[in-house]
């Protein structure tokens, strides 16, 4: 059974602060997606990462995969209130996503 | 470029009704995957068809729930019989390919409520 865990569940912010969510296994995995979703909406593509290590940015928004493909983490950088939503992480390493409960970020102005 | 359709946004159905969910892949899309969000839960992977075929149904429930991908027009996943427990948001997710690399796209949900 695989264990997929975010953290912190909850986080509430004001504006212009910065944060780090996490996302931790204890499986390898080939690939690993970070997702944000709003209220009554589906869950939006964030970032896809593939490689250990590896580090993309999305202007505010750095993803790391460790480098052993076991956990991740997204930095938000001068948080603003759009940024508010839910945070999910899914790894993958066959055909399915696997979801974790996700961080609930509120960023107050 | 549209994205992943699904229909109808909102359903209710009383106990015991049967429940049609509907999905359209992107464009060029042939991979399908639905999801179930239960409230206050992350989503629960339920099933993945490609065209005319089921890979994966380990996450369907044994008894009710069936899906198919047929070769033209949307995805269906129906629900026979519906009990109170099956209110969730249903997610409809496509990709090009089904490799551990190919991105998922999320369609909006089709939220059910049974009374």
């Known amino acids: 059974t695989q264990l997929l865990e975010q953290s912190p569940q909850f986080l509430s912010i004001q504006e212009g602060e910065n944060l780090t969510v996490y996302c931790n296994s204890s499986?390898?995995?080939?690939?690993l997606q970070w997702y944000r979703q709003e209220p009554g909406e589906g869950p939006v593509l964030l970032v896809t990462v593939v490689t250990g290590g590896e580090v993309k940015k999305l202007k505010r928004l750095t993803f790391q995969f460790g480098d052993a493909r076991k956990d991740s983490s997204l930095h938000i950088t001068a948080a603003q209130p759009g940024d508010t939503g839910l945070y999910l992480c899914a790894p993958r390493n066959t055909d399915k996503l696997i979801f974790g409960t996700g961080t609930r970020l509120q960023v107050f102005p | 470029n549209a994205g992943v359709m699904q229909n109808p946004r909102h359903l209710v159905r009383r106990r015991g009704q049967e429940a049609r969910l509907r999905c359209s892949p992107m464009?060029?899309?042939?991979?399908v995957y639905w999801y179930r969000q239960l409230p206050e839960e992350g989503l629960k992977f339920m099933v993945y068809?490609?065209?005319?075929?089921?890979?994966?149904e380990s996450g369907m429930p044994k008894e009710r729930f069936s899906a198919e991908f047929p070769k033209e027009g949307p995805s269906i996943l129906r629900i026979q019989q519906v009990v109170r427990g099956d209110s969730a948001a249903y997610f409809c997710?496509?990709?090009?390919?089904?490799?551990?690399?190919?991105?998922?796209?999320f369609g909006p949900g089709t939220r059910l409520t049974v009374l």
């Open positions: 499986s390898v995995f080939s690939s």
């Open positions: 997710a496509s990709s090009p390919g089904g490799g551990a690399g190919d991105t998922q796209y």
């Open positions: 068809l490609q065209k005319e075929n089921i890979i994966d």
């Open positions: 464009k060029g899309h042939s991979h």
